[in-house]
């Protein structure tokens, strides 16, 4: 259920250039059961589990942190293959109890960064969506 709400917030939030880039693409849970622990932050970039999740994009790298009270709680990296940029989410927002942020970037494997920043707007509407699947 979590992969699949993270993955949702990922399609609401995606969006980016068009250009060949390597990104991470791999879902990390921390609760309610822990999985793929590289994947969350902080990243372990020489896991065999992150090496083997490099794939080819043509857009722009994502990183997305989302948590839903305290019963979910991940990361999901992976890449945006639309082409336009402009509508690349790089902000943090929260609805009620869901709390997500949302990271746009374009260098290879640069969706491995810590650092999160974001859009309010886009990512409210990413927090309604999620809100919406939830209840």
Known sequence: MQGLLLSLLTLSMCVAGSYAVQCYECNGVIQPLTSNTWCSDPFDADSAGAKASI???KGPCVKLYSKIGSNVEGYVRQCSNDTDQS???NDCGSVGDIYSCGYCCTGDL????ASVTFNLLAAVAMLVSAWVFTA
């Open 55 to 57: 794939k080819s994009c």
């Open 87 to 89: 509508l690349c989410i």
């Open 110 to 113: 640069c969706n491995s960064a």
